[in-house]
């Protein structure tokens, strides 16, 4: 079973930039389709983005696009969430999870009862 870390979180002013990394236990990270999710204090679990196994597609919520990054590097097992221009309403902790599945589609990726793996989290908080 895939094992995740995250790391990279922390406390930064609004308009600044954070990356976070998740670092997956398995030669077999390649073949999983990964995502970022977050979750602030007394809300639901929030889709934030995803990237296939191979890396050439992503999806992004509407509330991230064109601020966040996902990216991969499958030679070191870990897949990447570049934050720029942050906001305090990103303020959440940030998950990664990983997807065994083959179907890889915005409406299927942004469900967080596809993945079966989840990290620990990290928390951002953006002061304003």
């Known amino acids: 079973q895939v094992q995740l870390v995250e790391s990279g979180g922390g406390l930064v002013q609004a308009g600044g930039s954070l990356r976070l990394s998740c670092a997956a236990s398995e030669r077999t990270f390649s073949t999983y389709n990964m995502g970022w999710f977050r979750q602030a204090p007394g809300k639901e679990r929030e889709f934030i983005a995803a990237i296939k196994w191979t890396g050439a597609m992503t999806y992004y919520a509407d509330s991230v696009k064109g601020r966040f990054t996902i990216s991969r590097d499958n030679a070191k097992n870990t897949v990447y969430l570049q934050m720029n221009s942050l906001k305090p309403e990103d303020t959440a902790v940030y998950y990664c999870?990983?997807?065994?599945?083959?179907?890889?589609?915005?409406?299927?990726?942004?469900?967080?009862?596809?993945?079966?793996?989840w990290g620990q989290g990290t928390q951002v908080t953006v002061s304003s």
């Open positions: 999870a990983a997807d065994q599945g083959i179907l890889f589609t915005a409406a299927t990726m942004s469900r967080s009862n596809k993945y079966e793996h």
